[in-house]
């Protein structure tokens, strides 16, 4: 077959070769170029072109305009690269419309209609409230100022302590009579064979009507310190006979019975007088409990809950009952006049003895059990709760499920309150879980 003359109008290659299809440039590999030589169009009138250098020639033959495969792996990348990139905005765009999907859905769950508020009802079965549930949310409870305290509360408000002081004011024995002491010497003048002179007897008697009478009778009318004191006086008797020896061998001896009794009394005195303080002050508290069950009896809250104040106060001082005695009352002047044996065992008898207190613990359980019912009675108190429960309400209407719930749960008093509270909470816990 005879071979037909072809030009590559890329490069410009001119070559024979037999005539077939799809012949590929000897110079470029092009094949879409190439025609056959009386078919090319007619070549420009150039001037002549500087031969390039032979790198340039070979950076040509190799570049990738110049190679079908590399054209079609490069095209193959880009076409991987852009299915990439589209798959990677398409992720971007899912998400932002899943985002915006499920932000939809939570606020449509939180606009539930509450009353007669015409707001959107969540789609969530789980936060539909019935009927009943919404007439509780809408209940409006209310807390006058001046509430009468519960059956509880008047039950706890009426119990009544018996306060007894820790210590009873009586003597050892009774006093003795003008009688009982002139039979008391007859009857030691026979015992003893000794018979004193009489005008001892008389001045034994009168000692005896001048200062142990009249100290019997102050010890009668509650003068503790004045019959102390007499009975003290009662025991300087006069010296026997001029004679110190006689004395204390014959009458003291004789008026050992009349001597060992006062002294008891003296002893039992001197008790009563170091325990005075505390008396008084057991007294003060009696007087001021009974001052706070009047407050309670004319429902005075204020008045009854400060004086409870005041005996927890009163109560707190018996901690240390020494303190609160004090030290002990001396003895007047007169116990000088006493023999020295006597008087040694009056100065023992008037060292302090151990205090004895009243058991306050009862009173104090009152007093606490009281207090606690008092102080949820106080107008301040009621004032407080009713702002709460204000504020509660304003949560449940603005939809602030927690901060609603934390309010409520404040309120314990009153128990009409109380109960509101508590129902509202249960059904603001569930709303509370489902909007989480």
Not at 174 to 180: G, I, K, R, Y
Not at 196 to 205: C, E, F, M, N, V
Not at 249 to 270: R, Y
């Amino acid at each position: 077959m005879s071979s037909v003359k072809y030009i590559c109008t890329h490069c410009g290659k001119r070559f024979e070769a037999e005539e077939k299809e799809n012949l590929e440039c000897p110079g470029c590999f092009w094949s879409t170029s190439v025609k056959k030589e009386v078919e090319a169009p007619p070549a420009e009138e150039k001037a002549p072109k500087t031969p390039e250098p032979a790198a340039s020639k070979r950076a040509a033959a190799f570049s990738f305009n110049q190679s079908p495969i590399l054209k079609k792996g490069l095209w193959s990348v880009v076409l991987l690269l852009l299915i990439v990139l589209a798959g990677w905005l398409g992720g971007r765009l899912w998400n932002s419309l899943e985002a915006s999907r499920q932000k939809k859905q939570e606020e449509q769950a939180r606009e539930i209609r509450i009353g007669d508020k015409k707001t959107k009802r969540s789609e969530q079965p789980a936060l539909l409230l019935s009927e009943a549930e919404k007439t509780v949310l809408d209940r409006r409870a209310e807390i006058p100022d001046d509430r009468k305290p519960s059956e509880e509360e008047v039950a706890a408000l009426n119990v009544r302590v018996n306060v007894q002081t820790g210590f009873i004011e009586k003597l050892p024995s009774q006093a003795w009579t003008v009688t009982d002491y002139e039979e008391l010497i007859s009857s030691q003048e026979k015992a003893y064979k000794i018979l004193l002179p009489g005008s001892y007897k008389r001045k034994l008697k009168k000692l005896f009507v001048e200062k142990y009478k009249p100290a019997a009778q102050a010890f009668s009318g509650g003068d503790l310190l004045n019959a102390r004191n007499g009975w003290v006086e009662s025991l300087a008797f006069p010296v026997y006979a001029d004679n110190l020896a006689k004395h204390r061998g014959v009458v003291l001896t004789m008026l050992k019975p009349f001597i060992q009794d006062t002294l008891s009394k003296i002893g039992a005195i001197n008790a009563a007088l170091v325990e005075q303080r505390v008396r008084d002050r057991e007294r003060q508290i009696n007087e001021s409990y009974q001052e706070m069950i009047a407050a309670i009896e004319a429902s005075d809250w204020v008045k009854a809950y400060a004086l409870i104040g005041r005996l927890e106060q009163e109560i707190s001082a018996f901690d240390d009952p020494e303190a609160l005695a004090g030290a002990p009352i001396p003895y007047p002047d007169v116990v000088n006049r006493v023999d020295d044996g006597i008087r040694l065992t009056l100065f023992e008898l008037l060292s302090k003895p151990p205090i004895s207190v009243a058991d306050w613990e009862p009173l104090r359980r009152d007093l606490r059990v009281k207090k606690q019912v008092l102080a949820v009675l106080l107008p301040d108190h009621i004032a407080a709760v009713r702002q709460t429960y204000q504020q509660a309400l304003e949560a449940i209407g603005n939809e602030q499920w927690n901060d609603a719930l934390a309010l409520l749960r404040k309120i314990t008093d009153p128990p009409e309150l109380k109960r509101d509270a508590e129902e509202k909470a249960v059904i603001l816990e569930k709303l509370s879980k489902a909007s989480a």
